[in-house]
């Protein structure tokens, strides 16, 4: 099923992202991973495409295991950054071959040291249009509402977007954020901006504070006081954090009781935390009809 029609129809959508694991480690983890997190009955489960793209093998299997074993709509991860027109065809070919109907279009980090990154795409926007035009695929962009790093300003940003979804864009979902402040600002530059498909809020889990560091630094986003003390005590080998189990369930209340009609969890393969964060949030007593 398509994610676009799934958020048009559905009352509530809940869904949730995977990411494969390093090259060296065996599948089966995140299969059973995923054998825990299919529990929370998501709408829909991400797979992400990896660092740099690395693990894009790992990003087909895993979707193709999502959508026809565990018969849920996968959202393969698919970046564009160094890559040939020729290059994505074959992976978009083998993603169709697995019925797999959805794509979250990004471009990628700009790796270092490389000259001339830039191949035959030069912005996500420039991969939706080339996929809407030879595919039927459903296509997923990111947002970022705290402004992409890269961006001189917000509103280039915003221009940025609007753009992809000018390209063919079905839905956006935002970066993580950990001040929902953040999330309602941005819905409501989007909304002026004319932007009208749907948006919907990624939030991020942890276990440790220094887990976030180097993403948020990365992203560019902001990491409140309060986040800091609530993860001070985190043991990173702990299967559950406490302080963070209960910031982010106090965050997707906070969402969902001011009107958001979606959350999409990055579960960093968390099985038992995500767990304790669906059954103590609004999550677990929400109707999806």
């Keep these: 099923m398509k994610i676009k029609d799934l958020l048009q129809t559905k009352k509530f959508v809940f869904s949730l992202e995977i990411f494969p694991p390093k ?21 829909y489960i991400s797979v992400t495409y990896g660092a740099g793209g690395g693990t894009k093998s790992r ?13 849920l709509p996968a959202l393969a991860h698919l970046t564009c950054i160094g890559a040939t ?12 071959n697995k019925k797999v109907q959805n794509i979250m279009a990004l471009r990628g980090d700009l790796p270092l040291g490389t000259e001339n990154p ?24 990111a947002g970022y509402p705290e402004k992409h790093p890269e961006a001189k300003t ?9 753009k992809k979804v000018d390209a063919g864009a079905d839905f956006i979902t ?9 999330f309602f600002r941005f819905a409501d530059t989007v909304k002026k901006a004319g932007i009208k498909v749907p948006l919907v809020p990624g939030v991020m889990t942890a276990t440790k504070l220094a887990n976030l560091e180097r993403m948020t630094k990365m992203c560019g986003v902001a990491i ?46 968390r099985v038992k935390q995500n767990h304790r964060i669906y059954e103590e949030s609004i999550l677990s007593s929400m109707e999806r009809k």
Aim: aromatic share 10%.
């Design 154 to 162: 917000a509103q280039e940003d915003i221009d940025h977007l609007k």
């Design 85 to 96: 027109k020729e290059s994505i065809a074959k992976i978009l070919d083998e993603l169709k």
């Design 118 to 141: 830039l191949k035959d795409f030069q912005y996500a926007s420039d991969l939706v249009a080339f996929i809407k035009k030879n595919w039927d695929f459903c296509v997923g962009v």
């Design 59 to 71: 990003t087909v299997e895993i979707a193709d295991k999502i959508e026809n074993h565990y018969k």
């Design 224 to 269: 409140p006081e309060r986040f800091i003390k609530a993860t001070a005590t985190c043991d990173i080998y702990n299967p559950v954090c406490e302080e963070t189990v209960q910031y982010t369930v106090g965050q997707i209340n906070h969402l969902v009781k001011n009107g958001v009609k979606a959350i999409h969890l990055y579960s960093m393969n």
């Design 174 to 182: 935002t970066q993580l954020f950990l001040d929902n402040d953040f």
């Design 23 to 43: 090259p060296e480690a065996e599948i089966s983890v995140i299969f059973k991973a995923l054998d825990g997190l299919v529990d929370l009955n998501p709408e």
